[in-house]
């Protein structure tokens, strides 16, 4: 079975700090996807990244990068100049394709609590 | 605007008391998801379906029922509700399953006493 850690439960930063946010999983997939989410105070689930298993190039967003390793099994999000805005709950995902082990589906880490201090 | 619709927002009901939870998508998608959010326990799915008259259970089915009739609509049954689905509950859509993003609604607090 997949499985997706998000060992910080929570992390305060104060504004314009830089963050990281890990997230590591496991899957005897060779073919995958990994996501990330933003859920701020408001409620509601949005979509940031998808990176598929055979792109490790790092991605970046504006402030938001993503660093993708396959050799420990991370996809770790870093916020740079952190802002009041950036405080959300972040949840990293992991999907793979059908496969001999059973249908594999989309599994959530636990989350990420992050609170940006002005 | 390409939304999924969930309805209601916030929900209060007696245990045993039949509800419904309606999910609507405006974006042809094939792939819907319900969703239900705890502390601690993150995102976990109920029920998905890859297409209409396809559903399937996911990790946590107990109590809850699905159907699919048509493409856009994804409602989510709790025929005899007990409070330990008392959750936040998420509908979500995608183009093509669990490898593309997802789309979510913007939730159902639902409370059962």
């Known amino acids: 079975a997949q499985k997706v850690t998000q060992a910080q439960t929570e992390i305060s930063v104060v504004e314009k700090e830089d963050v990281t946010l890990d997230c590591v999983y496991e899957?005897?997939?060779?073919?995958?996807?990994l996501f990330w989410y933003k859920q701020p105070p408001s409620g509601e689930l949005v979509f940031l990244i998808r990176?598929?298993?055979?792109?490790?190039q790092n991605e970046i967003s504006g402030r938001y990068s993503w660093n993708f390793q396959k050799s420990t099994s991370s996809f770790n999000f870093t916020i740079t100049a952190s802002q009041v805005v950036d405080s959300a709950v972040y949840f990293c995902?992991?999907?793979?394709?059908?496969?001999?082990?059973?249908?594999?589906?989309?599994?959530f880490g636990t989350g990420t609590r992050l609170t940006i201090i002005p | 605007e390409a939304q999924v619709t969930q309805n209601p927002r916030y929900l209060i009901t007696v245990t045993g008391k039949k509800l419904t939870v309606t999910c609507s998508q405006n974006?042809?998608?094939?792939?819907m998801s319900w969703y239900r959010q705890d502390p601690g326990l993150g995102l976990r799915q109920i029920y998905y379906?890859?297409?209409?008259?396809?559903?399937d259970k996911g990790d946590v089915p107990e109590g809850y029922k699905v159907s699919r009739k048509e493409k856009r609509n994804f409602p989510l049954i709790l025929e005899s509700p007990s409070p330990n689905q008392t959750s936040l509950y998420f509908c979500?859509?995608?183009?093509?399953?669990?490898?593309?993003?997802?789309?979510f609604g913007n939730g159902t607090r639902l409370t059962v006493t």
């Open positions: 379906s890859m297409n209409v008259e396809v559903t």
């Open positions: 974006m042809n998608h094939e792939y």
């Open positions: 990176r598929n298993s055979f792109d490790e």
């Open positions: 995902a992991l999907s793979g394709l059908i496969s001999n082990f059973g249908n594999e589906k989309l599994t």
């Open positions: 899957t005897r997939d060779t073919t995958y996807y």
């Open positions: 979500a859509s995608s183009r093509q399953g669990y490898n593309s993003p997802l789309h």
